[in-house]
């Protein structure tokens, strides 16, 4: 949507505007499906408008992998009593999903006691040598290899 904002063909107000007609999530929608709706006048009515292809509103593989990255990493903090932000921040490990980031390679849970803690665990994880899981009897998350 903010494509064709930026463009100049539709203001952001106007992507609303044409959405909210046809009470639209904009986050649902792909900026194509818009410029339809704004080339075509918005004249197309709700049955038009869902057969249109759409996003999933289910997150992108990526976003499910840092969200587990993210779980585990709150996991061996809390188990070693420090705070998750001292170990790695979300943007390292969106970076560390990234085989070919060029700061990769750097990431601070890469190297040292960070490593130990966590770095090694993320490898484990991303290489599938080992899952999570949930221990039912002690309310807590497992970590199986």
């Avoid at 100049?8 to 410029?35: A, M, N, W, Y």
């Avoid at 061996?76 to 170990?87: D, E, F």
């Amino acid at each position: 949507m903010l494509t064709f904002a930026q463009s100049g063909s539709l203001s952001v107000k106007q992507c609303h505007k044409i959405l909210r007609r046809f009470e639209v999530r904009t986050d649902c929608v792909p900026p194509e499906v818009i410029f339809q709706l704004w080339q075509e006048g918005a004249s197309l009515d709700q049955k038009d408008l869902a057969k249109i292809s759409r996003k999933s509103s289910l997150p992108a593989p990526a976003e499910v992998n840092t969200d587990l990255l993210r779980i585990l990493l709150k996991h061996q903090a809390r188990l070693h009593g420090v705070a998750p932000s001292l170990i790695a921040q979300s943007r390292d490990l969106t970076i560390y999903l990234q085989p070919e980031h060029p700061e990769r390679s750097s990431l601070r849970f890469l190297h040292g006691w960070r490593y130990d803690i966590f770095g090694q665990w993320a490898e484990k994880l991303c290489e599938g040598q080992i899952a999570l899981g949930f221990d039912r009897e002690h309310s807590d998350l497992q970590i199986v290899e």
